[in-house]
C-alpha cells in the first residue's frame, strides 16, 4: 500500500543517463549501461548477489540464497523497472534499480564489495536517475539505514533529502522532473 510521501520541491539534477565509461578510484574500467534484458546479464547479476557480503545486506535485500536472489530480480526486472548495471568487464560491480511505487520509484542500489569506496555507486545513482529521467520518472525515494552515514552521505550530495526519520531506517526523496514534461 503506497502512503503519502513529502517529496521535495525543486528539480534535481541534470543528470546524464546510460551508458557511462569512467575510470574508477582504483584505476578500473567501468561501464554503465541499462539492463539488456539478457541471460547473460541475468546470471552475472545473480552471481553478484551470491557473493555479496551478508554484513552488506539491509532491509533483507539482497536475499541471501541463489533461490530467492532469483525470485527478487524476477521482481525487479518487470516490464515498468529501470535497471543499471556497472560493468568491469565481464563482471557485474553494481547494480541500482528503480521499482514503480504508486506515483512514484523506489530505488535500492547496490555495489560489490570488491568495489566499494572506488567511486562507482555515485556513477551508478547519477546514470540511473538520468535514465529515470529519460523515462519520465518524476519522483524517487528510497530508505537508508541511518547509521549507514557513507551512503547517507551519498544520497545527499546527489540531492535527496530526508523526507521521514522517525524510525532506525531514514526516508530520503528526490524529484527529477516538475511533471509538466508531456511524452519524456
Same mark, same amino acid.
Given at each position: 500500500?503506497?502512503?503519502?510521501?513529502?517529496?521535495?520541491?525543486?528539480?534535481?539534477?541534470?543528470?546524464?543517463?546510460?551508458?557511462?565509461?569512467?575510470?574508477?578510484?582504483?584505476?578500473?574500467?567501468?561501464?554503465?549501461?541499462?539492463?539488456?534484458?539478457?541471460?547473460?546479464?541475468?546470471?552475472?547479476?545473480?552471481?553478484?548477489?551470491?557473493?555479496?557480503?551478508?554484513?552488506?545486506?539491509?532491509?533483507?535485500?539482497?536475499?541471501?540464497?541463489?533461490?530467492?536472489?532469483? +525470485?527478487?530480480? $524476477?521482481?525487479?526486472?518487470? =516490464?515498468?523497472?529501470?535497471?543499471?548495471?556497472?560493468? *568491469? /568487464?565481464?563482471?557485474?560491480? #553494481?547494480?541500482?534499480?528503480?521499482?514503480?511505487?504508486?506515483?512514484?520509484?523506489?530505488?535500492?542500489?547496490?555495489?560489490?564489495?570488491?568495489?566499494?569506496?572506488?567511486?562507482?555507486?555515485?556513477?551508478?545513482?547519477?546514470?540511473?536517475?538520468?535514465?529515470?529521467?529519460?523515462?519520465?520518472?518524476?519522483?524517487?525515494?528510497?530508505?537508508?539505514?541511518?547509521?549507514?552515514?557513507?551512503?547517507?552521505?551519498?544520497?545527499?550530495?546527489?540531492?535527496? +533529502?530526508?523526507? $521521514?526519520?522517525?524510525?532506525? =531506517?531514514?526516508?530520503?526523496?528526490?524529484?527529477?522532473? *516538475? /511533471?509538466?514534461?508531456?511524452? #519524456?
Amino acid at each position: 500500500m503506497s502512503r503519502d510521501r513529502r517529496f521535495p520541491d525543486q528539480v534535481a539534477g541534470p543528470f546524464d543517463g546510460p551508458p557511462r565509461r569512467f575510470e574508477d578510484r582504483e584505476g578500473r574500467e567501468i561501464e554503465i549501461r541499462a539492463h539488456d534484458g539478457g541471460d547473460a546479464e541475468y546470471e552475472a547479476l545473480a552471481s553478484m548477489y551470491d557473493e555479496f557480503d551478508p554484513a552488506d545486506r539491509a532491509q533483507g535485500i539482497p536475499p541471501s540464497d541463489e533461490r530467492r536472489i532469483r +525470485e527478487w530480480l $524476477d521482481n525487479i526486472f518487470c =516490464e515498468t523497472c529501470l535497471n543499471v548495471i556497472a560493468w *568491469d /568487464g565481464e563482471t557485474a560491480a #553494481g547494480h541500482a534499480t528503480l521499482v514503480p511505487d504508486g506515483d512514484a520509484y523506489e530505488l535500492a542500489i547496490f555495489v560489490l564489495q570488491a568495489y566499494q569506496e572506488a567511486g562507482i555507486g555515485t556513477h551508478l545513482l547519477e546514470v540511473l536517475l538520468g535514465y529515470g529521467v529519460e523515462s519520465g520518472v518524476e519522483k524517487v525515494w528510497l530508505t537508508v539505514e541511518r547509521w549507514n552515514q557513507p551512503a547517507v552521505g551519498l544520497y545527499k550530495k546527489i540531492g535527496f +533529502e530526508v523526507s $521521514d526519520s522517525e524510525s532506525f =531506517e531514514m526516508e530520503m526523496a528526490i524529484r527529477l522532473t *516538475d /511533471g509538466s514534461d508531456e511524452g #519524456g
